[in-house]
């Protein structure tokens, strides 16, 4: 049995990035960039109006100069032909380049002007140097770094990706990823279970955890405890680029899947980790007909232990497999508890917990009454998991752990 920290780090040690690909811009949200973004222009790309008026010389107002010549209109989109000069203005529009000799520009609404003519009185007391106007490279320079290699795509991101014109990116490819829960009490979550079945709630909650991720599953249904029917879906599963699965880990006379997965070619990095609820998990490796590696996790059948090990482990294999940088989703930040809360026996324990609104800046979370891990109804209440170091004992209420975000 591996230590939390060891299984991390076997986990880091055998999984690498999935080879890169060229997406679209508007196919790039949820995918990881696979190398840096580089300005292709200035933002904004010259000295710009930031509104609708007159282009003055600052100097002139301030002086009482106010009834001005109009000596051409410039138009977003249109370049300034003429140099203003002292007792003259030019009418731009939002967004279009300012004239040499101007250096501030005087909203339409401060200034007495007819449409047609080519005089415009000056209304404003005095404006200052740089008034409404934005300098070339203000918000950034040709050659600047936009994003750096490892970032996931977001939604707002998408505008600025736009604006440098990356519209072909280099991304890492997304994993294939099977999902398979095992056992033979299983029946779908639409039929109704008689006698000792259950419903399959497994299946879709890693399904749905792996959405998050913005990573599509393939759902091979249920796999049942015979060792034809297990082994024809284990080879399909296995043609992924990661196979879930979930049940039949323990050391039950079932527990047909480590057997296997070793007879199909798995190799078992590790099998049970020292972790609360959590602790059969398997995950091994394999190398595939097309030359790559494949990986696998078997999470434990008790629906709390799959999503712990989900969190915990597999989040941190499909973070390195998608090349990101930061593991910002998968680290737990810390947290206070709000009462005394008591753990037993010899493993950390991930406890469910839910946050309570906090008078200052340390987040303040209360531990839920929890059956242990079968009891999804805790999980419903809960925004993340306590963890708690091995010992059992009381721990004080205000003492700080780990919170994981579910
Ligand atoms: N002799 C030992 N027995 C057990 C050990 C052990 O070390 N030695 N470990 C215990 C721990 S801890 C866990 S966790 C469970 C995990 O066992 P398996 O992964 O083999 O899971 P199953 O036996 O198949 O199922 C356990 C439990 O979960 C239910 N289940 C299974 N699949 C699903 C699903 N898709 N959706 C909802 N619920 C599911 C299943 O019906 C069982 O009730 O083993 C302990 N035993
Ligand atoms: O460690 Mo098992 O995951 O408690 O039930």
Redesign the pocket.
């Known amino acids: 049995m591996v230590s939390v920290e060891e299984a991390l780090r076997l986990i880091s040690q055998n999984v690498s990035a999935l080879s890169i690909e060229t997406v679209a811009l508007e196919k790039a949200v949820g995918r990881v960039l696979a190398a840096e973004i580089l300005a292709d222009r200035d933002s904004p790309p010259w000295r710009k109006s930031m509104m609708d008026g007159f282009a003055v010389r600052s100097s002139d107002i301030n002086s009482g100069t106010k009834n001005l010549t109009i000596v051409e209109t410039v138009m977003a989109g249109g370049a300034p032909k003429k140099v203003v000069e002292s007792g003259q203005a030019t009418r731009i529009m939002t967004g279009a380049p300012v004239p040499e000799g101007a250096d501030a520009i005087v909203m339409i609404e401060h200034c007495q002007f007819e449409e047609g003519s080519d005089r415009v009185v000056i209304e404003a007391e005095s404006v200052a140097t740089g008034k409404h106007l934005m300098e070339a490279a203000a918000n950034f320079a040709r050659r600047e770094r936009i994003f750096a290699a490892g970032r996931k795509v977001r939604a707002v991101d998408v505008g600025l990706l736009a604006e440098v014109g990356a519209v072909e990116l280099s991304v890492f490819k997304q994993p294939t990823v099977a999902v398979l829960?095992?056992?033979d009490?299983?029946v779908s979550p639409d039929e109704t279970p008689r006698g000792p079945q259950?419903?399959?709630?497994?299946?879709p909650m890693l399904i749905a955890m792996l959405g998050e991720m913005d990573i599509a599953a393939t759902d091979l249904g249920?796999g049942h405890d015979n060792r034809e029917a297990m082994q024809s879906k284990l080879k399909q599963g296995l043609e992924h680029d990661l196979l879930l699965l979930?049940?039949?880990?323990?050391?039950?006379t079932l527990?047909l899947v480590p057997s296997l997965l070793k007879e199909l070619g798995v190799k078992e990095v590790f099998h049970?980790v020292k972790v609360?609820?959590?602790?059969?998990i398997f995950f091994g490796v394999h190398d595939r007909k097309n030359g790559s590696r494949g990986y696998v996790f078997?999470?434990?059948?008790?629906?709390v232990?799959?999503l712990v090990g989900f969190r915990l482990f597999v989040t941190v294999a499909l973070s390195i497999l998608t090349g990101k940088s930061n593991a910002i989703e998968t680290s737990p930040q810390l947290a206070k508890i709000s009462c005394d809360h008591e753990t037993r026996g010899d493993r950390p324990t991930w406890w469910p917990a839910r946050r309570l609104p906090s008078p200052d800046s340390h987040m303040i979370v209360q531990p839920l009454v929890w059956n242990g891990?079968?009891d999804l109804l805790a999980l419903g209440k809960a925004e993340g998991l306590i963890e708690f170091p091995a010992q059992g004992k009381i721990h004080k209420a205000g003492s700080e752990f780990p919170f994981w975000e579910l």
């Not at 259950?198 to 299946?203: E, K, V």
């Not at 609360?276 to 059969?280: A, D, V």
Request: glycine letters at 22%.
């Open positions: 829960p095992t056992g009490e299983l259950i419903r399959n709630s497994n299946g249920i979930s049940g039949g880990v323990s050391a039950g527990d049970k609360k609820p959590g602790k059969p078997g999470l434990p059948g008790n629906p232990s799959s891990s079968s």
